[in-house]
T-cell receptor, first 109, second 113 residues
């Protein structure tokens, strides 16, 4: 079983839609979590950190559920420019971060 | 301020050939990392360097060696390339450790025939 699992998608949504991704992690010792965004054939870039209390950054909301060991990313009012792969990342201590394989999102006009 | 740079961008090797992937960062970061990304598998850590003068194995170090040349540069060497090493290689850096934001280079697409 992968330590961090994501639905690979793709999610195809129209502009303006709300879309949510979930990510599950297997290591209960995981301390911190992040969402990275990766455009096609580009490098990953940090989208947002995920705090225990949940956090929001504009149209993006991230939440953590430690009891069920999953994190989520909600994107409201989707834009064409949101089309990308979203990587879920768990930090487990030391220099170990585990990247999920990513969820692909296509936003259509 | 270029961030993290990698060379080359693309490379094709024959099985058994060797090559070195170069990475440099200009953000005065202490920690640097080498990852490989394969379809359906996410990024996997090959080696990392917590600080200048130290290097450690990550999840998939076999077939690779690294050198932290100075604070700015961290190279990855394939001594005898194998088709299983066909991948996209990303270098990253962080200010202190893996809990910090990781800044990635643009990647090197390597094909081993």
């Amino acid at each position: 079983r992968k330590e961090v699992e994501q639905d690979p998608g793709p999610f195809n949504v129209p502009e303006g839609a709300t879309v949510a991704f979930n990510c599950t992690y297997s290591n209960s010792a995981s301390q911190s979590f992040f969402w990275y965004r990766q455009d096609c054939r580009k490098e990953p870039k940090l989208l947002m950190s995920v705090y225990s209390s949940g956090n929001e950054d504009g149209r993006f909301t991230a939440q953590l559920n430690r009891a069920s060991q999953y994190i989520s990313l909600l994107i409201r009012d989707s834009k064409l420019s949101d089309s990308a792969t979203y990587l879920c990342v768990a930090y487990t201590g030391g220099f170990k971060t585990i990247f999920g394989a990513g969820t692909r999102l296509f936003v259509k006009a | 301020n270029a961030g993290v740079t990698q060379t080359p961008k693309f490379q094709v090797l024959k099985t058994g050939q060797s090559m070195t992937l170069q990475c440099a960062q200009d953000m005065n970061h202490n920690s640097m990392y080498w990852y490989r990304q394969d379809p359906g598998m996410g990024l996997r850590l090959i080696y990392y360097s917590a600080s200048e003068g130290t290097t450690d194995k990550g999840e998939v170090p076999n077939g690779y060696n690294v050198s932290r040349l100075n604070k700015r540069e961290f190279s990855l060497r394939l001594e005898s390339a194998a088709p299983s090493q066909t991948s996209v290689y990303f270098c990253a850096s962080t200010s202190r450790g893996a809990l910090d934001t990781q800044y990635f280079g643009p990647g090197t697409r390597l094909t081993v025939l």
